[in-house]
């Protein structure tokens, strides 16, 4: 695979929406080809690090070669950012000031990894961002019952006739290569309609389904926000409406001091905001970046910061401690972290 072909999404505007400071702290969680990745660390110099982290193994090795020149700034995990947090932890690498989604997948892996990502190439149906992962696509589209197939091809590519190519596939099993499948869909479609080829749902519910993508996303998206640090930005770009969408409620509902449904007289969910919308419209590219990559044209960036409510550290000793190892990474916050002292006064803090 060679680096040089996977164009950055929004870059410039990703630098801004992290507001990458020199000396600042910074978790890309998609490394990929490593563009974000040497762009902040370029805005974070001096002294800026960065946590780079991928699932696919083969990206991380593209990457590090990349990121050569930045070695004594860079640690780079090859790992699912669903384990984020216990990354984190493992490394001492927070508070943060800033973590980075670029979801789904690069060029990179798109054209070259073999994997089958693409109906462009016939390759066997494998989906997998990493080896170590035990379920295929073709064991999905090879064992999954009729009406399971057909659900997931609903929910997780939004296909209209997921019902028919359900049930093509299960007359036309065993089917091993993008080609067969390729081939099986527009027979169960038939044909090619309008601009988008036939194909494209199905691969994506396919791809979705084989890397948990949607679970794991709700999950990191969760821990990230115990990792960023005062006013820490949260950035993501998704790709598609499914992950756009989870991305849009969850930062609504962290931007909220109560989630109590609707008419509930009294709140008793005992919500606080942890999150700040810094922009309510999403972030998309302009017109000249989705002609030069056309591949940008279906991206959303969504941003938020960190905010600390003073009553969510009076809950929590172990947040406490989170709020000092701000203090002494050189983040100033003295009335917060005095309020804290006063109130922790029995808890050794220094
Ligand atoms: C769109 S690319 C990132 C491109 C990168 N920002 C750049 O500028 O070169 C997405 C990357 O995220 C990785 N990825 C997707 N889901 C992941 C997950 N759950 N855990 C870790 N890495 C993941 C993919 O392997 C891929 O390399």
Not at 58 to 78: D, G, H, Q, T, W
Not at 144 to 149: Q, R
Not at 303 to 323: C, G, P, S, T, W
Request: proline share 5%; with cysteine; glycine share 6%.
């Amino acid at each position: 695979m060679s680096a040089s072909k996977h164009i950055t999404v929004l870059l410039e505007e990703t630098i801004q929406a992290l507001a990458v400071q020199p000396g600042g702290r910074y978790i890309d969680c998609t490394l990929g080809g490593g563009g974000h990745a040497v762009a902040i660390l370029d805005h974070s110099s001096p002294g800026g690090q960065l946590l780079g982290i991928d699932a696919d193994p083969e990206a991380i090795k593209v990457a590090r070669a990349r990121l050569e020149a930045y070695s004594n700034s860079i640690l780079l995990i090859n790992e699912n950012f669903v384990n984020l947090q216990a990354i984190c932890f493992k490394y001492d690498f927070f508070p943060v000031h800033g973590i980075l989604f670029d979801l789904g997948l690069s060029s990179l892996q798109l054209e070259n990894s073999g994997r089958g990502f693409s109906f462009q190439q016939d390759e066997p149906l494998d989906m997998r961002l990493s080896p170590s992962q035990e379920v295929t696509a073709a064991e999905i589209i090879n064992t999954f019952p009729e009406t399971e197939l057909a659900h997931l091809i609903r929910s997780l590519g939004e296909e209209a006739y997921s019902r028919q190519i359900a049930h093509r596939i299960v007359n036309e099993r065993p089917i091993r290569t993008t080609l067969q499948l390729v081939q099986t869909i527009e027979l169960a479609v038939g044909g090619r309609r309008g601009r988008i080829h036939p194909a494209t749902k199905t691969f994506q519910a396919l791809r979705i389904a084989t890397n948990h993508e949607l679970e794991h996303l709700e999950a990191a998206l969760k821990q990230a926000i115990s990792l960023l640090g005062f006013e820490g930005r949260l950035v993501v770009i998704s790709y598609h409406s499914l992950e756009d969408r989870i991305v849009k409620q969850f930062i609504s509902q962290e931007s909220r001091d109560c989630i109590c449904p609707p008419g509930t007289p009294a709140c008793i969910c005992g919500h606080t905001a942890r999150l700040r919308l810094i922009t309510k419209k999403v972030i998309t590219p302009y017109p000249e970046e989705v002609q030069s990559n056309p591949r940008s044209r279906s991206a959303k960036l969504r941003v938020a910061e960190r905010i600390v409510h003073q009553d969510e550290y009076y809950k929590n000793d172990e947040e406490l401690y989170f709020l000092v190892g701000a203090e002494a990474n050189g983040w100033r916050k003295p009335a917060v972290i005095n309020e804290l002292k006063k109130a922790f006064s029995t808890v050794e803090i220094e």
